[in-house]
């Protein structure tokens, strides 16, 4: 066995003990990266889409911050640098009072695997400390201060951003991709705080040649916890065992990018179970209360045997789902095998007491479909290839009854030129009968049920989109427009699972559409506006011709807000995909071209209006920092300018103005506000968070007519 560990040097300075272990102690719960919690109906994987600049986060749907699951290494650096933090200041010209941290270098105490750095942070303050570590290592970085708002940036050693300062994160772990000094980012609030950082960085183990276990032997000095990092496969099983008991110490585990296994509440001195995902796993040795303890942890790790396959479902004549039920034991796998056409959908549910045993699901050709490390109990998708697939049960903590229902929809094709079609039939056996209709965004669908009253009901749903009618809702008809272009179902279900003669009719029309109008600005405006009416479902269209790498920025406002948004290339690429029913949008353009915007009914009947704004890109002479521009707001329309800078740089931003004539707003292209127009401002300073394009906007007060001058500063 081969032990490798990123061990700091020099002494920890004159830190209260109580508060760093305290801060250690909560470190140990760490969980992953925030993640999209599945709905009722969640999707299978989704591939990632082309980048695309993200929307603001002030008038957009909320976007998942980004996991970090980097590619995991299984070589162990030959040399591990030592973890050194080193610590320098940068002030805000936003908070020109506020008083400098002083500068200095913190390391790990010999034997640890953790090193704590307390001090205060100004309003706009960012401190930041460096921190050397290699390749393939786990970072795991926790951020306390007394109103949980002083935050967390970080730098790779090449400059490359790790953690955006904009995610307002205060906890963060991940697989290191390089070896070198990472930059960490303290960034302050509101108001002057103090605040606690703890960066662990866990001693690497790797099993001796041919072995599948190691007992390893240590101190928690300092009474600070101690981390190792193992590299496991997925369905491996790992068992690990303290040989103190948990008054005196106790364990926790969890994979760097999947959470936790074993929380550090359970105070357990051992664990036993099956690794949902390929990855680091984490093992910290906890001291209780501080305490210095000489321990030895033994950690296997072994192959998962072949899951025990446990049949085949089967559907009876007539039907469109099959049900299997069993037993199965903590952390046993077992495999059911279907056979699917591709583009069809299929829909599992896992029910059991506990609600924690799961599903996977793997393809024909061995590609997992759905991973198991997901822990879901409900999936959907549409099938990409024809064959057997199999579907794994994976046990939960306990030896548990369970119940796996497989649906799989019959396809319904209409008659060419029609756009209808009524289908005769029976829920068998009681069960659910499914139907699936490849449909295109924005038509509408319209659903009948005939059948003895209070016999069944129906349910609409999108195979990745969700729910559209509920069946909850308990009706015998409904219309809806489509969000996306995808697989949708549609369900008769009876009630109390008796057996029931239906004929259900189903319509599919196509969205009324407006020929494209151009959208022409003035000469001398940043902004274009249209307005009129649309009705429900219909879909009206303008075109705007702008340049690759311009910004764009996209509002429809209307009585019910939800009037929503579409980008096209011309070559019908989506920028925006309508299916977000986004109201507000922003991004830079990926070519030069004319962009068709598409406006979408919503329930009703409503008038809209349509803003599109396309920023003047302003260039300093070289040498130059700062630019005055002189200009007027034509027809009153607020004027916008755009500025490509660097993290960390400091803009100001000045108009002649007062406020109760024109005021200023600030945002940048991907990362949203700096400056509200709510702040009804004329000056502003600030650091930046991010290289990307920044919009300075001049906002006439009631439409006015006027003349200003706004100087444009960035260091």
């Not at 094709?413 to 756009?419: E, P």
């Amino acid at each position: 066995m081969s032990r490798r560990c990123l061990s700091p040097r020099s002494k920890f300075g004159s830190v209260l003990i109580s508060s760093l272990i305290l801060s250690l102690v909560l470190a140990s719960c760490v969980l992953p990266l925030p993640a999209t919690i599945p709905t009722s109906t969640p999707p299978g994987p989704t591939p990632l889409p082309p980048f695309t600049s993200t929307p603001t986060n002030f008038s957009l749907p909320p976007t998942p911050a980004p996991t970090d699951t980097p590619i995991i290494s299984s070589a162990t650096p030959s040399d591990t640098p030592t973890a050194t933090l080193q610590v320098s200041t940068v002030q805000s010209p936003a908070t020109s009072a506020a008083p400098a941290v002083p500068a200095g270098s913190i390391a790990f105490t010999t034997g640890t695997t953790a090193g704590v750095v307390q001090g205060t942070v100004q309003p706009g303050q960012m401190v930041t400390y460096t921190l050397g570590a290699a390749q393939s290592q786990t970072m795991v970085l926790i951020l306390d201060s007394p109103n949980k708002d002083v935050t967390l940036g970080v730098l790779a050693p090449n400059g490359a951003v790790v953690v955006p300062p904009t995610n307002k994160w205060t906890r963060w772990q991940g697989l290191l991709s390089q070896t070198g000094l990472y930059t960490i980012q303290v960034i302050g609030a509101g108001t002057a705080e103090t605040f606690t950082l703890t960066a662990k960085i866990a001693e690497v183990v790797n099993f001796a040649l041919g072995s599948t276990s190691a007992t390893l032997s240590g101190t928690t000095i300092n009474g600070y916890l101690h981390s190792y990092s193992f590299s496991c496969q997925a369905g491996q099983t790992m068992t690990a065992s303290l040989n103190v008991p948990s008054t005196t110490a106790y364990i926790d585990i969890y994979g760097i990018a999947t959470g936790t296994l074993l929380p550090v509440s359970n105070k357990a001195n051992s664990w036993t179970g099956v690794l949902p995902q390929t990855q680091v796993y984490v093992i910290e040795v906890v001291p209780n209360n501080g305490q210095v303890v000489n321990y030895s942890l033994t950690v296997s790790v072994t192959s998962a045997g072949a899951p025990a396959p446990s049949g085949n479902i089967a559907f009876a004549t007539g039907t469109t789902m099959g049900v299997v039920t069993g037993t199965v034991d903590p952390g046993q796998v077992k495999t059911y095998t279907i056979s699917a056409g591709a583009g069809l959908p299929m829909i599992l549910d896992l029910a059991s007491p506990n609600s924690d045993v799961t599903l996977g699901v793997i393809q024909p050709d061995g590609v997992v479909l759905l991973n198991p490390a997901n822990k879901w109990i409900h999936w959907q998708w549409t099938l990409p290839e024809t064959g057997l697939y199999k579907i794994q049960v994976i046990g939960g903590a306990t030896t548990e009854a369970y119940s796996l229902s497989a649906k799989i929809p019959v396809r319904v094709n209409f008659a060419t030129g029609a756009t209808s079609a009524t289908l005769s039939g029976s829920t068998v056996n009681g069960q659910v009968f499914s139907y699936a209709l490849n449909c295109a965004a924005n038509q509408t669908m319209t659903v009948t049920l005939t059948a003895p009253a209070g016999t069944a009901y129906i349910d609409i749903f999108g195979v990745s989109s969700g729910t559209l009618l509920s069946l909850s809702s308990q009706v015998t008809s409904g219309s809806v427009v489509l969000p996306k272009s995808e697989n949708y179902v549609v369900e008769v279900i009876p009630v109390g699972a008796q057996v029931v003669n239906f004929a259900l009719t189903v319509s599919v029309t196509s969205p009324i559409s407006s020929p494209a109008t151009a959208i022409n600005f003035t000469p001398g405006t940043t902004a274009g506006v249209v307005q009129g009416t649309i009705q429900p479902g219909q879909v009206v269209s303008y075109t705007v011709s702008a340049e690759q790498g311009q910004p764009m920025i996209l509002s429809a406002e209307s009585p019910s807000f939800d009037v929503t948004l579409g980008l096209f290339e011309p070559n019908g690429n989506t920028v925006v995909p309508p299916a977000n029913k986004w109201v507000h949008w922003q991004g830079s353009l990926p070519k030069t071209e004319t962009y068709t915007v598409q406006l979408y009914g919503g329930a009703t009947t409503e008038a809209y209006t349509l803003t599109v704004k396309l920023p003047l890109r302003i260039n300093f002479v070289l040498g130059q920092s700062s630019v005055t521009l002189n200009d007027t707001a034509v027809n009153g329309y607020v004027f916008s300018y755009v500025f490509r800078a660097n993290v960390n740089q400091t803009m100001s931003v000045s108009l002649n103005q007062p406020g109760t004539i024109a005021y200023v707003d600030v945002f940048g292209i991907n990362t949203g506000t700096l400056l509200s127009p709510a702040d009804k401002a004329t000056d502003w300073s600030g650091v930046l968070p991010l290289y990307q394009d920044y919009v300075v906007e001049v906002i006439p007060r009631n439409g006015q007519l006027m003349s200003y001058t706004l100087t444009v500063t960035i260091h």
